[in-house]
């Protein structure tokens, strides 16, 4: 098989009476969802739980099994070693990728040296080392069964001596307008996949961007628009849609697939935020009502950012940014175990602090009830 050569951007020949339509209705949907994100005061607090889950799954179409739940466990020292803690290192680092490309974005516009970077964070663990972390590739590869070889090959990306040019076509591409911003996402998503730059990690990446460069175009007033839960859901014509591209220039069939998905999923983004921040409403009157306390924002905030942790993490995190004494925060905390709001995964021993979590939470993030 020899390798894809690239549709030169932006796309022409397009279907624009099948698109249009389409680009109506996920443009509707995506102002809906944006609408709710801007009447959210703290959306990085609130939204926390979106952006776990968001790792989770985007890694899940990697083949990372592990759950929103594992994840923070494994953050509150619950979950030390074996594959499932490589799984959550992978997972981490895909959130980690996602915060930093919010404190970047708010003051430079993505960039190719943006992207290695991300990519650097992303395939910074016990399994990425060997990826070389932040290089586009300079070798070629190809995608198939196991020790295939490249003519036994389902697809072959662009030679790597050309690759440099054909990324530079997508960065001066991502600079431009196009009919509509999400009908060029959805170019930007597919084409950015087809180029396969890195050794690994290429559709995480390619997901991470969709967001920011919502963001940067100004459809969302925050970088948070996430799509994986869709696209797991569609695994197999997520992946047949790109396919179609290289092999017979499909782009009308994968740019629809992508406007429903941004339809969809900003339909079911929707109902999350208006629960999340039903809930963190609820728990406020709650949080005051079972404590008392001046710091009842501080706790919320706190078990929102991190709703399994460990008391004395917590303790010492009040101390650090809000200059709580450490002798005030265990107190809060078996107020808020007394009332249900907190439950302890694991009791303390000696020197080894309590576990505790806020279950309603976790089981808003997760879809359904774990804790």
């Known amino acids: 098989m020899q390798p894809y050569i690239p549709n030169a951007l932006p796309i022409t020949d397009l279907d624009y009476r099948l698109l249009l339509p389409l680009v109506g209705q996920a443009n509707a949907a995506l102002a809906r969802y944006d609408g709710l994100l801007q ?19 985007s890694s899940k179409i990697e083949g990372t099994q592990a759950t929103v739940d594992e994840v923070l466990e494994q953050e509150a020292g619950l979950i030390k070693e ?20 919010r404190e970047y974005l708010k003051d430079y516009p993505i960039r190719l040296s943006f992207v290695r970077e991300l990519h650097r964070i992303l395939m910074g663990s016990v399994r990425g080392q060997d990826k070389t972390p932040g290089v586009f590739r300079l070798d070629q590869n190809w995608i198939g069964k196991h020790g295939c070889t490249m003519e036994q090959a389902s697809f072959v990306p662009p030679n790597p001596i050309q690759l440099p040019d054909h990324l530079q076509a997508w960065e001066h591409y991502l600079d431009s307008d196009d009919v509509d911003f999400l009908l060029q996402t959805a170019v930007l998503h597919a084409q950015f996949e087809l180029l396969h730059p890195f050794k690994d990690g290429n559709g995480r990446i390619g997901r991470i961007l969709i967001p920011l460069f919502l963001f940067q ?14 696209l797991e859901n569609h695994r197999e014509e997520y992946y047949a849609r790109l396919k179609a591209i290289s092999e017979d220039g499909d782009w009308n069939g994968w740019i629809a697939f992508f406007l429903q998905a941004i339809t969809t999923q900003a339909a079911q983004n929707s109902k999350r935020v208006t629960a999340i921040q039903s809930l963190y409403e609820e728990m406020k009157l ?78 808003l993030a997760e879809g359904h009830e774990v804790l």
Do not use: W
């Open 286 to 363: 709650a949080i005051q009502a079972a404590t008392h306390s001046q710091y009842t924002v501080h706790v919320l905030d706190a078990i929102f950012i991190k709703p399994i942790f460990r008391s004395s993490d917590l303790t010492a995190r009040m101390f650090r940014e809000f200059g709580i004494h450490e002798k005030t925060t265990p107190g809060l905390l078996r107020q808020l175990k007394a009332a249900g709001i907190l439950r302890e995964l694991q009791a303390g021993s000696g020197r080894r602090p309590a576990t505790l979590c806020f279950p309603r939470l976790i089981n």
């Open 82 to 101: 074996g594959q499932k803690y490589e799984d959550i290192q992978e997972i981490s680092n895909y959130r980690k990728a996602l915060y930093s490309a």
């Open 217 to 230: 175009k100004r459809a969302l007033s925050q970088p948070m628009f996430y799509l994986s839960e869709y």
């Open 39 to 57: 009447g959210i005061p703290n959306p990085a607090v609130m939204l926390s739980p979106l952006a776990t889950q968001e790792a989770v799954l």
